[in-house]
């Protein structure tokens, strides 16, 4: 039985990152760059107006008063998207927000602070200011954002939507990413009712397929294949073979302990595969399987009680996706105990928890009763894991403890 960190590092050593491919920018949600993106150009690229208005020089209304106003004649109009006329010193332009600020020109006055003489078709044609103007009002700068080869995005964190955006904005178009992994899934048992097929009768609902399959596809993996097995070594066989053909990694729930109908283990054998490791000093999931079946295929062979499945996935499987994707190794957020919490000293506990911000706004965690593996009731209430390392026996209140929200990048519930 090895430890959780041995395991991961037994994870780390076999995962090697997946080959990479030109990615055009609506693909790129969930995938990790190979290398940092850099700005392509200066966003704003050009000085531009932050307010619907009017652009002229600020020298020109320094001695402005509500008793000297002062009048400055209209004598264009630039909107977002168009050139900007040449700015003619002692005069102004109508200006749109957006709209470039016309050379020689270096502030701009809100349409709502000044009032304006129009044409009937509405040009406007003066504009009479009755206090001075400060330099650079309402304009944007070019490169006040970004400037053209800025680091924007380091490679190994996934892309969001809101670096899409910054992305698009700085003119990439296409980022070198790793390809998604591809995923196989078997759930083996002979007690199982798929959905839709009637329970009872000594069956049970399978819940273990659709949980690992719902996780997988909002987790940026191809879900290449799910089959169901009954407790059958020639079935299981068949499947982990033909599951093996151009998949990164399979995954099995369920017949992976010692009991007479546990037949992962051996099937690995048969098929010629390399068991890394079996069992993990861990609660729940203790006698999870990590292997290699051949070069291209890793394989894990989660318990079958659905609260074990759920820590494979979470702490197991998920690391080997991330090394695969390219992705660094996900932090955990310390928080502080709420209530104590003891734990088998020599075991990493991952236990359903809630994580909640007291009078004080300090988020505290709390372990939720119903810790058992195949209770789903608690997880359904859970809004984290409470992670208690094997070295730590009991965790007191006030003390720190580590979580790890239910889905990776995500914040607290
Ligand atoms: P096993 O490791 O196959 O002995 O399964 C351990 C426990 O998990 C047993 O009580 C199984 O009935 C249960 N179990 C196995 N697979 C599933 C599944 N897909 N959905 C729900 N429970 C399961
Ligand atoms: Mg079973």
């Known amino acids: 039985m090895i430890s959780y960190q041995d395991a ?4 780390s050593a076999v ?6 491919s030109p990615t055009p920018l609506d693909e790129l949600l969930g995938r990790a760059p190979v290398e940092d993106v850099r700005s392509k150009m200066n966003v704003p690229s050009f000085a531009n107006s932050a307010m619907d208005g009017f652009a002229m020089s600020a020298a020109v209304t ?7 106003p002062v009048e400055i004649p209209v004598t264009g109009v630039v909107a977002a998207g168009q050139e900007p006329p040449e700015g003619i010193k002692g005069q102004a332009v109508e200006i749109m927000t957006g709209a470039p600020i016309p050379a020689g020109y270096d502030t701009v006055i809100p349409v709502e602070r000044i009032e304006a003489k129009r044409d009937s078709d509405g040009t406007a044609t003066l504009i009479s200011c009755t206090e001075p103007v400060p330099p650079n009002q309402h304009v944007r700068e070019a490169s006040q954002d970004f400037r053209l080869g800025q ?13 899409i955006m910054g992305l698009a904005a700085t003119g990439t178009d296409v980022v070198e990413t790793h390809r998604k992994p591809k995923v196989a899934l078997i759930t083996t048992g002979s007690e199982l009712a798929m959905s839709g097929v009637p329970s009872g009768g000594g069956l049970i609902r399978d819940a273990n397929s659709p949980y690992l399959s719902s996780f997988l596809t909002a987790t940026n993996t191809d879900l290449v294949r799910t089959d169901f097995v009954t ?14 053909d151009n998949t990164d990694i399979i995954l099995t729930t369920g017949g992976v302990s010692a009991g ?12 010629g595969g390399e068991t890394l490791f079996h069992k993990v000093a861990m609660r729940p999931g203790k006698p999870l399987l990590f292997a290699r079946l051949d070069k291209d295929t890793l394989f894990f062979g989660l318990p079958g009680n659905p609260i074990a499945v759920a820590v494979g996935l979470r702490f197991f499987v998920l690391p080997a996706l991330r090394h695969l994707q390219g992705l660094v190794a996900e932090q955990f957020l310390p928080t502080t105990c709420a209530e104590p919490v003891s734990s088998k000293p020599g075991m990493t506990f991952f236990g359903k928890a809630r994580t909640e911000p007291d009078e004080n706004g300090c988020l505290r965690t709390r372990l939720l009763p119903g810790q058992e593996s195949f209770k789903i009731n608690s997880l359904m209430q859970a809004n984290c894991w409470a992670i208690v390392p094997e070295g730590t026996a009991d965790v007191a209140a006030g003390e720190c403890i580590e979580i790890a929200p239910l889905y990776p990048n995500e914040f607290l519930r």
């Open 8 to 11: 991961l590092r037994q994870i």
């Open 15 to 20: 995962c090697q990152p997946l080959e990479s």
């Open 62 to 68: 320094a001695r402005a008063g509500s008793d000297t």
């Open 151 to 163: 680091k924007i995005f380091t490679h190994g964190h996934l892309l969001e939507p809101h670096h």
């Open 231 to 244: 407790d059958d070594p020639n079935e299981l066989h068949t499947a982990i073979k033909a599951c093996s």
């Open 260 to 271: 007479r109908f546990d037949l992962v283990p051996d099937a690995i054998k048969t098929l």
